[in-house]
């Protein structure tokens, strides 16, 4: 299930009723509205017609007949059961079908209800019927897109946020109670998210940034980088790298929103480091070369599998210290019991499995890049951006280490076809992070060798 997903059935399991028709409502909401035939004092009776809506128009198109239980679920009153099963099989397009009809049959009900607490006067009833209609438009837009009518979707989020904006354009109070406007500023946040992420994915940056402007207290620009790459997954990567870097070299921003742009780099870097050898959907391994990864202790070059193929943290970790064991392998001195105790024949094998920077030019020439992004992950970016303090930050430049234009010259003698074109893209994003971190900081070649890079 995807975290949108998550976000409104989120939201509509914490959804409650308040004031004098609680006792009605609430055996209709758990998951906002469960069943179409969910009725107020005085409305229509329990043999209503389900009414199909278009949801961009909030008017009805065309009634249809009931359908028996065995069709739609939710109507033997498991609602519990239903979303379970949405959530469990969140890409069942024939469920997301059943869903939308049952959302635009529930929101004629609530337009109903709507009118009949305008005609009853009641005032409490009346503001818990405007958040479960907001939030029905919203569930529409979820449905619309995971059945890839993006138009259809953004056009119910739309229709969710709008309502929103009329019922708080003064400000929120009666009818609405404390916790009700938390509700509704929750559901505008939300709603914003998924109509920013909707532009994004067709590269409409600005559009998707002025979009989030709603949001109170938050930079949209970091908040567009982060639905990027938290949401849309790693074809977000790249904008949202270029999305902070700018935002991060501003000459108009605020040292706080760079400091915010950098530490968000930090992240954003190791979900890109994690990515060379794990996909980001599904947290699978997807390589199962032993040269791509780290052991607990060195690079593991005598063994099939290594410590670091364990999962994508301990990747990142045993990688990282490959740049203090190979400090450490020069000056190390072990009995040859030890040396055997570690898995090594001799101190000449024990130096050679530490031994980073050969390696990596190893790979390079033979058109293995995975292990090469890693490196410059690494040697380059890991410690840099989290605590950087602009124009004064320092890089130590490392006698020996594997430099981006040794490793683009070599990849100018590789074949082209031979090359995974993620690890290149990897590869690309790395150097334009170095590029930033240079433009920014002193680089400092005095710095003693244990000194992170």
């Known amino acids: 299930m995807t975290s949108e997903q998550q976000r409104f059935i989120g939201q509509q399991r914490r959804t409650r009723t308040r004031g004098v028709r609680a006792a009605v ?47 739609y679920p939710w109507a033997n009153g498991g609602l519990d059961e239903w979303l379970e099963k949405l959530q469990s ?20 009900d609530l337009q109903q209800r709507r009118r009949d607490g305008d005609a009853q006067g009641d005032p409490v009833g009346s503001a818990q019927t405007e958040i479960e209609l907001i939030l029905t438009f919203a569930r529409e ?48 946040v939300n709603v914003a998210h998924s109509i920013a992420e909707n532009h994004l994915e067709r590269d409409e940056v600005d559009t998707a940034i002025a979009e989030l402007g709603v949001i109170p207290d938050k930079d949209a620009h970091a908040v567009a980088a982060a639905i990027l790459f938290w949401r849309i997954g790693q074809k977000g990567y790249k904008k949202a790298l270029e999305l902070l870097l700018a935002r991060a070299a501003s000459p108009t921003v605020e040292p706080a929103g760079k400091t915010a742009a950098t530490e968000s780099l930090e992240y954003l870097f190791l979900r890109i480091f994690h990515s060379i050898s794990w996909d980001p959907e599904t947290g699978e391994r997807r390589s199962s070369d032993p040269r791509d990864f780290a052991d607990d202790h060195g690079l593991g070059l005598h063994k099939s599998f290594v410590y670091g193929m364990t999962d994508k943290d301990e990747d990142s970790a045993t990688f990282s210290t490959l740049l203090y064991s190979q400090d450490m392998s020069s000056s190390l001195k072990f009995a040859p019991k030890e040396y055997a105790s570690l898995g ?76 995974d074109p993620w690890t290149l893209q990897v590869i690309e994003m790395e150097d334009a992070g170095y590029r930033f971190l240079r433009s920014q900081c002193v680089i400092d070649r005095s710095i003693a060798k244990f000194l992170k890079p």
């Open 344 to 419: 090594y024949a001799s101190p000449e094998d024990y130096r050679r499995d530490h031994d980073i920077n050969a390696h990596i030019r190893s790979q390079l020439a033979a058109g293995n890049l995975e292990p090469v992004a890693k490196y410059l992950y690494v040697w380059y970016l890991r410690y840099n951006f989290g605590g950087m303090s602009f124009g004064g930050c320092a890089q130590a430049v490392r006698d020996g280490a594997v430099t981006f234009e040794e490793v683009f010259d070599g990849i100018e003698r590789l074949s082209a076809s031979t090359l």
């Open 89 to 108: 099989e969140p890409e069942d397009k024939k469920l997301w079908e059943l869903e939308l009809i049952r959302l635009q049959a529930a929101r004629a």
């Open 25 to 71: 409502i609430g055996s209709c909401l758990e998951v906002l509205l469960g069943a179409a035939a969910c009725h107020s004092p005085g409305s229509r009776g329990s043999e209503q017609q389900p009414v199909v809506l278009d949801a961009s128009e909030g008017t009805a198109a065309k009634s249809v007949d009931s359908p028996p239980s065995t069709v």
């Open 141 to 188: 837009g979820l449905a619309f897109k995971t059945l890839g009518r993006h138009d259809a979707a953004l056009a119910a989020f739309k229709a969710s946020a709008r309502q929103v904006d009329d019922l708080v354009k003064d400000g929120c109070g009666r009818p609405f109670a404390a916790d009700q406007c938390n509700t509704l500023a929750e559901l505008r």
